[in-house]
């Protein structure tokens, strides 16, 4: 049981390109989300899923974009990539949103030069 | 705009002192505070406070909600050195997509 795969786990991209982080699950589970984390900040989420088709904004959701076409999948697209973007990535799943032992992948290590 | 703050933000212990963290919120209706230890890379879940379930116990970690004060603390007795990590608070404060709300976390580590 793979749980929640992200792809890539490192990534340098300089401004102005364009990339996707994968985002893959296969426990069935309904919801998912995208956080980021910078240096000593918590986790701010920046778009989430409540299912296949269905996406919605959170806090800090400029300069990205997400898709849900399959219940297994969550891409996050960042396109025109600025320094503010460097960040941590998470991934993460739930069954149901009052699932709070989200799953999360192991992240993905984006630096913007 | 709901809100997490967690104190201190980094600790230093030697193994076997008990610490104690903080949480303190701000919430437009609250549902659920949560905490979640993170080593070093993804986190992990530790517990779920609500108002009908505000205290909670595994092992040597345990959590109370005071509701009244808004606040939460998490409390880590005879630490050991892999007890050393940033621990996470984050708040559901209400509306139908269960959003959290994360603080900024507590660095602690844990010196033999």
């Known amino acids: 049981n793979a749980g929640v795969t992200q792809t890539p786990k490192f990534r340098i991209l300089k401004i102005g390109q364009s990339m996707t982080l994968q985002c893959t699950q296969d426990?069935?589970?309904?919801?998912m989300y995208w956080y980021r984390q910078d240096p000593g900040m918590g986790l701010k989420l920046i778009y989430y899923?409540?299912?296949?088709?269905?996406?919605d904004k959170g806090e800090v959701p400029n300069g990205y974009n997400v898709s849900r076409s399959t219940t297994e999948d969550f891409p996050l697209r960042l396109e025109l990539a600025a320094p503010s973007q460097t960040s941590v990535y998470f991934c993460?799943?739930?069954?149901?949103?009052?699932?709070?032992?989200?799953?999360f992948g192991s992240g993905t290590r984006l630096t913007v030069v | 705009e709901d809100k997490v703050v967690q104190s201190p933000l980094s600790l230093v212990v030697h193994e076997g002192d008990t610490v104690t963290l903080n949480c303190s919120y701000e919430?437009?209706?609250?549902?659920?505070l949560l905490w979640y230890k993170q080593e070093k890379k993804a986190p992990t879940f530790l517990f779920m406070l609500?108002?009908?379930?505000i205290e909670k116990k595994s092992g040597r970690l345990s959590s109370i909600l005071d509701k009244k004060e808004l606040s939460s603390i998490l409390n880590i007795t005879a630490t050991q050195t892999g007890d050393s990590a940033i621990y996470l608070c984050?708040?559901?404060?209400?509306?139908?997509?269960?959003?959290?709300?994360f603080g900024k976390g507590t660095l602690l580590t844990v010196n033999p």
């Open positions: 993460a799943s739930s069954l149901t949103g009052e699932d709070y032992g989200y799953t």
């Open positions: 426990m069935n589970h309904n919801y």
């Open positions: 899923s409540v299912g296949a088709g269905i996406t």
């Open positions: 919430v437009t209706n609250f549902r659920s």
């Open positions: 609500t108002s009908s379930g």
């Open positions: 984050a708040i559901d404060g209400g509306g139908s997509n269960y959003k959290l709300t």
